[in-house]
């Protein structure tokens, strides 16, 4: 069976109800067109995974389909609060939110220790904060070679991974270059990846060191030109900070959060935003 | 979190200064960073302050951010910590686990760059909710992101914060980020393998840790700002320096390249 799908199959088919589910690619390549039909299928009770919820599970949380949110840098880079996430958490609009918080490195290793299958990571963190007490998937443990305490962090294996990336070639592989962040780890972690792309290509140019995700990993690819708008995919264009801009005012209050969720995300179908044909 | 934008900006000789508090304390944090320091950047005035020093006097300035973004010479300010112009103008990219486990971890950072919405008198910080609950927050902050593992891990840390009785506060709120714990040897105890916080600058002047109680002290005080002003906006009984000297204003340069710099923000402010 052809892994080429459009993306409103792949979310319908691999993506459920209750599912954990990791929608990854920090500051770049970050998945908003597979959010927004996770948010059109009215998918709910997710739990959300991602360092940096942004926009995007912004969006996520204010449509009412996460559940519990983990993650470790909750705000509107360079602009100011995720209203949504909050309101969510201290409001429990449009339903109560459920956190798990941790730190950028926390996270990372969370994202390491599941590609290398292991139960845990170890790190240097968290020992003096209150994150300690207020946190749950760390533990404390004792060197079993040098005479320290370490952090250990549970490893995260989600359901589903879902990444953006600029370049599938025709038998399923994926090419991402530019900032990364944690997805390669991501992925690794996954049970089913699904992976979202600017463009298919006969064959890559090739790029030592850049990306890849090799077909063998992949559940399922679905072309999303501008798939990562208003964060950017390098190579084709550029982060959009206006719209970031733009956000803090459109997300601000439920209504106007509303009016946008109405005209942006449920008046159009994914068909209407991205072609469903596979870059012949 | 918002602050209160209650004109702050400093009378010298009676005349208005010719620059504002964020300029100052902007150029006070840039003043900082020495040449050839690899530097761990956080968004904001922090970016900022680091942009200007590399385009003024540390041209060898290594600037790292968390998105992996390795020896990057911005020449606009970025929006994110990820924008293109950073990631499109660095020496390398890396992934998250080679930034946090490769650099930050094992000590290869000279100097952490952070902000904060609460500071205590051994320069903890709070990034992560206002109010005396943590499920039930008056206010919920963006949390920890990178900062927690910056201020354990780098050689030193300079935190950058306007200074009012929210943001200076006897008791923090939530420790996110440790600066001396609750005194000498907190950090030992912690395994926290850096140095911790050297400076703590603000609109009104520079703190720094007294070498054996860790606790801030008031160093420098910028011009036309008084002592009375600074012990009014810090909420704990602030310890001063005996050789307080005052912040040497900005020259015309720091102020030309800084403005520079701001006019090129999306948001159009520091």
Known sequence: ?280 | MAISEVNRDALVEGEKAPWNSNEMMTIAAARTLKDGMICFVGIGIPSTASILAKATHAPNLVLIYESGTVNTDPKTLPLSIGDPELANRALTVVSMPEIFNYWLQPGRIDVGFLGAAQIDRYANINTTVIGESYEKPKVRLPGAGGATEIAGACKEVIIVLKQTTRTFVSEIDFITSVGFGDGPGSREKNGLIGGGPRYVITDLGILEPDPESKELVLTSIHPGVTLEQIRENTGWDLKVAANLVTTAAPTSGELERVRALVATSSRKKS
């Open chain 1, 1 to 280: 069976m052809s892994k080429f799908v459009t993306l409103e199959s792949a979310i319908s088919a691999h993506l459920h109800d209750g599912d954990t589910v990791a929608l990854e690619g920090f500051t770049h390549l970050i998945p908003f067109a597979a959010g927004q039909e996770i948010i059109r299928q009215r998918k709910k009770d997710l739990t959300a995974i991602r360092l940096t919820p942004d926009l995007l599970y912004d969006q996520l949380i204010g449509a009412g389909c996460v559940k519990k949110l983990v993650f470790s840098w909750g705000g509107n880079p360079g602009v100011g609060s995720l209203h949504r996430f909050r309101d969510a958490y201290q409001n429990a609009w449009p339903r109560p939110l459920e956190i798990e918080e941790h730190t950028h490195a926390g996270m990372t290793n969370r994202y390491l220790a599941g590609a290398s299958g292991m139960p845990f990571a170890v790190l240097r963190g968290y020992f003096g904060t209150d994150l300690v007490e207020n946190t749950t998937n760390i533990a404390t443990i004792d060197s079993p070679f040098t005479d320290e305490k370490i952090l250990a962090v549970a490893a995260i294996n989600p359901d589903v991974t879902i990444v953006h990336a600029q370049q599938a070639d025709r038998n399923g592989n994926v090419m991402a270059w530019g900032i990364i962040g944690s997805s390669r780890e991501a992925v690794f972690a996954a049970k089913k990846v699904i992976v979202t792309v600017e463009e298919i290509v006969d064959s890559f140019e090739p790029r030592f060191n850049s990306v890849i995700y090799p077909e063998a990993l992949i559940t399922s690819i679905s072309l999303a030109p501008r798939g990562a708008w208003p964060s950017y995919a390098s190579g084709y264009y550029d982060r959009d900070n206006d719209a970031y801009i733009a956000w803090d005012e459109i997300s601000k209050e439920r209504e106007s959060f509303t009016r946008w969720l109405d005209e942006e995300v449920y008046g159009k179908r994914v068909q209407d935003l991205t072609p469903v044909g596979m870059g012949r």
